[in-house]
Each structure stands twice: as structure tokens, then as C-alpha cells.
């Protein structure tokens, strides 16, 4: 297994530019989500998903747009790049868990993108 | 708003050392309290809390929660070099997904 796997895991933009991440697991999880990762900060949940068809936003969603056609699938849409976007991206899955358990979050190894 | 902090944000110890990083949260509808080691890249999973004053113990890291005072400590005894890294506290909620709240991370340097 690959576990979850993104591409790609550097990319520079400039203002304005548009691009996708793309997040892909083999593990047939359920949940996917993506995160953001300032420097020197912790990680905030953009967005994410219980299956396929299915989104909702996190704590940071603006400027961001998602999809999940597949389970496999999670990509995550830039529309208009700005300076304040520049981030390590993380995408994760889990299985889902039943109300006392918790299903660990498997992380992709990052994007780093910076916006000029 | 749901928040975690963690204390101390960055230190430096030698080999050999013991240390206590600290995470207190102010959240609706706590479920868990998680930790989580972060290296080069991703970060991987160490402990998952949910009752107070039970320890959770591998190897020379440790951790126990306090659902009364709203904290947690992770204590690593004996440290490494390759116990530097980010130490990530994370609250996990009531509500579905499995939505972890992140604190902002301590780093944590081991000096030979």
C-alpha cells in the first residue's frame, strides 16, 4: 500500500495563478481530509469529507474549493492565489470510527506552496 | 472558538534530559486528547487520551490527561537525538469526522 500520497511537494505561484493538489489513499478510507501548516504553527483543517459526494468546510475554508468524486480522490482547488496561502498542505485519511474508538489519521507527506 | 494551547512553544535540552511539554484546550464537546510526533514531514501518531488520570506509557514517552483542570502533559524521560521534533497536541470533538483541533506545536531540540 502507498498509504496517502500527494502531488506535488513543491510548487510556487504567483498572485492570481490557480492550481489543484491532489491527495490520493489506498486504504479505502472514508474520511479524508485536508489541512494547512503555517510556520510554526499547528495544523488547521480546511476541509473535509465523510465519502464520496460528500464535503464540509473546516476552520480555514476561504479561498479553498474541494471535491470527492471517488473515495480515493480528495483534490483540493486553489482559485486565486494569494500571498496569505502560502502553506505546507497536508492531506489525511481515517477510517470511521464508532463513538469511543478513534481511527488514527494517516497524513500524506505535504505540498509546500508558496504564492509571490 | 474552540482552542488549544501548548507551552513550551520551543526548547532545547542535552541528551539525557527529561521533559515535560504541556497542552491545556478550552473546547465544546471534548471527545479526546491526542499526540502526535511531527519530524521532517507528516506528523505520526503517539497517544490518544480520553480519561482522566490514566497513563498512557511506550517506551520512555508518557502522557496522562486532566479533564477537570482541561490539560494534558507528555513527558519523555531519558531523551534522544532523535527525539527532536514538533510535538502536536490535538483535541479531537463530539461532532462526526473524527475533526481534530491542532495547538501550535512545541519544538523540541535534543543536544548531544
Known amino acids: 500500500n502507498a498509504g496517502v500520497t500527494q502531488t506535488p511537494k513543491f510548487r510556487i505561484l504567483k498572485i492570481g495563478q490557480s492550481m489543484t493538489l491532489q491527495c490520493t489513499q489506498d486504504?479505502?478510507?472514508?474520511?479524508m481530509y485536508w489541512y494547512r501548516q503555517d510556520p510554526g504553527m499547528g495544523l488547521k483543517l480546511i476541509y473535509y469529507s465523510v465519502g464520496a459526494g460528500i464535503t464540509d468546510k473546516g476552520e480555514v475554508p476561504n479561498g479553498y474549493n474541494v471535491s470527492r468524486s471517488t473515495t480515493e480522490d480528495f483534490p483540493l482547488r486553489l482559485e486565486l492565489a494569494a500571498p496569505s496561502q502560502t502553506s505546507v498542505y497536508f492531506c489525511?485519511?481515517?477510517?470511521?470510527?464508532?463513538?469511543?474508538?478513534?481511527?488514527?489519521?494517516?497524513f500524506g507527506p505535504g505540498t509546500r506552496l508558496t504564492v509571490l | 472558538e474552540d482552542k488549544v494551547v501548548q507551552s513550551p512553544l520551543s526548547l532545547v535540552v542535552h541528551e539525557g534530559d527529561t521533559v515535560t511539554l504541556n497542552c491545556s484546550y478550552e473546547?465544546?464537546?471534548?471527545?479526546?486528547l491526542l499526540w502526535y510526533k511531527q519530524e521532517k514531514k507528516a506528523p505520526t501518531f503517539l497517544f490518544m487520551l480520553t480519561s482522566s488520570g490514566i497513563e498512557k506509557k511506550s517506551g520512555r514517552l508518557s502522557s496522562i490527561l486532566d479533564k477537570k483542570e482541561l490539560f494534558s502533559i507528555l513527558n519523555i524521560t531519558a531523551t534522544q537525538t532523535g527525539d527532536s521534533a514538533i510535538y502536536l497536541c490535538a483535541v479531537r470533538l463530539i461532532q462526526g469526522a473524527q475533526k481534530l483541533v491542532f495547538g501550535q506545536g512545541t519544538r523540541l531540540t535534543i543536544n548531544p
Open positions: 489525511a485519511s481515517s477510517y470511521p470510527g464508532q463513538f469511543d474508538s478513534y481511527n488514527e489519521q494517516f
Open positions: 486504504m479505502n478510507h472514508n474520511y
Open positions: 473546547v465544546t464537546n471534548f471527545r479526546s
